[in-house]
């Protein structure tokens, strides 16, 4: 249901949707790994698709731990709305920092995402990086698949440390980045 879904989401908007077919749960696991569970607050995901990385955040985040999902498009939302209404969503990644003010959340301790910045146009992708640094809080962590090492050089220039895993089990294969924010 969720690759029929995501592959027709992929034909109708092949540069937003960015693949053919969700991640893995493989990449999910190393999308998560490096969060603290007892100390996270508030994560934000971007472009989370039919929700495999969402899962894992819903069954794992702390009583009292903020999720907030960022979702283009409608009906993939609205679908995430459907299994998990515990989290609150919103459509545009864009919107990170005004969305957090809504929220009333200080910042971010982690932000995860999935969202294909290769495929975007280079004021969109600054836009979004920009809201993702305003947003992450001191010591926050930006943890984000990409299927190249395209994005390497802009992430080090904006954050204090960076660094990858790579992850061959997936279609396609991808690299987790891992970005810390200086304190
Ligand atoms: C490569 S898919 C990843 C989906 C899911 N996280 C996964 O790994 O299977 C990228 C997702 O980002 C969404 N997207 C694209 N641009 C976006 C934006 N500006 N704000 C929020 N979501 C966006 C697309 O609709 C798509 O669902």
Known sequence: M??????????????????????SRFLARAMIKPIDWTAA??????????????????QMKRHGCNVIVFERD????????????DLSYHDNAA????????????????????LPFTNFPQDLRDRIMEGVEE?????????????????????????????FDFVPLNIPPAFVYRCRKGE
């Open 74 to 85: 409608d009906k993939m939302r609205e679908r995430l709305k459907s299994l998990y209404p």
């Open 95 to 114: 919107e990170i920092h005004s969305v957090m003010k809504q929220h009333h959340i200080e910042k971010f301790d982690y932000i995860l995402s999935g």
């Open 41 to 58: 607050k508030n994560i934000a995901e971007l472009g989370a698709g039919t929700g495999i990385f969402t899962r894992y955040l819903h």
């Open 2 to 23: 969720d690759k029929l879904l995501f592959l027709y989401k992929f034909l109708r908007s092949p540069k937003s949707v960015g693949s053919v077919t969700p991640s």
């Open 135 to 163: 947003s992450l809080k001191p010591g926050g962590m930006f943890i984000a698949f990409q299927y190249s090492l395209q994005m390497q050089k802009q992430l080090a220039e904006r954050f204090e440390q960076v660094d």
